[in-house]
């Protein structure tokens, strides 16, 4: 049973614009909430979190949002760099361990 | 580099064949975690060790084994590996109470099993 989820395997955007890349989950257990950031044959690392008290987090060019209400995440890229094309996976904890998604390719054309 | 390091990067096993994956970090951190990645699953957690000498079965733990005898180390063994376990394996740690800043993840380790 999948509690983290990520229903757009891909996304595709021109550079200079926004990216919007969404996440779903099931668990109101979950406290806090990370989106990492995974190059090819490197590990993911992490980009930005939020905690459950609170309902957005800005850090440069990326802002989590959370709505409990809907169980939805999102991450919003202002503006959209080549560099940032890459996989981004949505993961939420609840105590000691955390769940991911399952991807969403990014690709951020010139 | 401060880090979390796996070791091997990459192997190729027969079946029935066994074989430990290890995990090192040197950051102090008291929890690690071992997931596996596989297309469109995304990365599913293994085991996971919240400080030396415990470790606790997370999402998909059938057909491995875990020890954590000594804090900087978490070692992940397959004690008879099948085709289902080829995948990529991840390591990560993180301190405690440091939930917000995210684990600090291994660069991979690479199975196949044939």
């Known amino acids: 049973d999948q509690q983290v989820k990520q229903n757009s395997p891909s996304l595709s955007v021109q550079e200079g614009r926004i990216s919007i890349l969404n996440c779903d989950y099931t668990n109101s257990m979950f406290d806090y909430f990370l989106w990492y950031k995974k190059y090819p044959a490197e590990g993911p690392t992490f980009l930005i979190s939020?905690?459950?008290?609170?309902d957005k987090n800005e850090d440069g060019r990326f802002t989590v949002f959370l709505n409990k209400s809907a169980k939805h995440l999102s991450l919003h890229i202002v503006p959209s760099q080549p560099g940032d094309s890459a996989v981004y996976f949505c993961a939420a904890s609840a105590h000691n361990d955390m769940r991911f998604g399952a991807g969403t390719r990014l690709t951020v054309k010139p | 580099n401060a880090g979390v390091t796996q070791t091997p990067k990459f192997r190729v096993l027969k079946t029935g064949q066994s074989m430990t994956l290890l995990c090192a970090q040197d950051m102090n951190h008291e929890y690690m975690y071992w997931y596996r990645q596989d297309p469109g699953m995304g990365l599913r957690l293994i085991h996971y060790?919240?400080?030396?000498?415990?470790?606790a079965k997370g999402e998909v733990p059938d057909g491995y084994n875990v020890s954590r005898l000594k804090k900087q180390n978490f070692l992940l063994g397959l004690e008879s590996a099948a085709p289902s376990q080829t995948s990529v394996y991840f390591c990560?740690?993180?301190?405690?109470?440091?939930?917000?800043?995210?684990?600090?993840f291994g660069s991979g380790t690479r199975l196949t099993v044939v």
């Open positions: 060790s919240v400080g030396e000498g415990t470790t």
């Open positions: 939020i905690s459950s008290i609170k």
């Open positions: 990560a740690s993180r301190g405690q109470g440091e939930k917000l800043n995210g684990y600090t």
